[in-house]
T-cell receptor, first 117, second 111 residues
Framework: GAVVSQHPSWVICKSGTSVKIECRSL??????MFWYRQFPKQSLMLMAT?????????EQGVEKDKFLINHASLTLSTLTVTSAHPEDSSFYIC?????????????FGDGTRLSIL | SQQGEEDPQALSIQEGENATMNCSYK?????LQWYRQNSGRGLVHLIL?????REKHSGRLRVTLDTSKKSSSLLITASRAADTASYFC???????????FGQGTRLTINP
């Protein structure tokens, strides 16, 4: 149980394109989801906390207009990288916590490798 | 911000040996978690230890937590080639729902 599906798993696109990444909790409800960014051989950096039905909370230094987050349902959060440029190339990972179960492990998707040409 | 420091950054051992990784953190926590990441994949949760616990076991994994020193260790016994991965500690800070990850240890098990 507690499966998180992330789609797509990889995407290559031209500079200036907007890219949408989906994060779905398949067998549980997730009021809160998290979006991370990971550069090669580095750790995960939290970008934002996505809350169902409300605005996301962004970490310091993360551009809200660049990384649009929508959490319209209890099972889906999306991250849109707007007007992507080569420096946005990275591995993006989402995670989710089960509604009503605080202090429990986060469940992670398999990540999306984004390459901007 | 990254608050966790992990040691060593990389570890290479022979199959069958034990592997120990250490993690230090800076603030008060609710719990500390260890995750594994295979190359190019997401994270898999291994074990969670609460702030009022000192040691926890799960199969070949043993985790200790010393809140006075703000440190934790992960021991993998009788290592296998399939244990090759990066291992991250993450702290669940009090008053915050988010996790803060350490820098990770890249573990290589040589057959």
């Amino acid at each position: 149980g507690a499966v998180v599906s992330q789609h797509p798993s990889w995407v290559i696109c031209k500079s200036g394109t907007s890219v949408k990444i989906e994060c779905r909790s398949l067998d549980f409800q997730a009021t809160t989801m998290f979006w991370y960014r990971q550069f090669p051989k580095q750790s995960l950096m939290l970008m934002a906390t996505s809350n169902e039905g409300s605005k996301a909370t962004y970490e310091q230094g993360v551009e809200k207009d660049k990384f649009l987050i929508n959490h319209a349902s209890l099972t889906l959060s999306t991250l849109t990288v707007t007007s992507a440029h080569p420096e946005d190339s990275s591995f993006y990972i989402c995670s989710a916590t089960q509604t009503g179960r605080p202090n429990q492990p986060q469940h992670f998707g398999d990540g999306t490798r984004l390459s901007i040409l | 911000s990254q608050q966790g420091e992990e040691d060593p950054q990389a570890l290479s051992i022979q199959e069958g040996e034990n592997a120990t990784m250490n993690c230090s953190y800076k603030t008060s926590i609710n719990n500390l978690q260890w995750y594994r990441q295979n190359s190019g994949r997401g994270l898999v949760h291994l074990i969670l230890i609460r702030s009022n616990e000192r040691e926890k076991h799960s199969g070949r994994l043993r985790v200790t937590l010393d809140t006075s020193k703000k440190s934790s260790s992960l021991l993998i016994t009788a290592s296998r080639a399939a244990d090759t991965a990066s291992y991250f500690c993450a702290t669940d800070e009090r008053g915050a729902q988010k996790l803060v990850f350490g820098q990770g240890t890249r573990l290589t098990i040589n057959p």
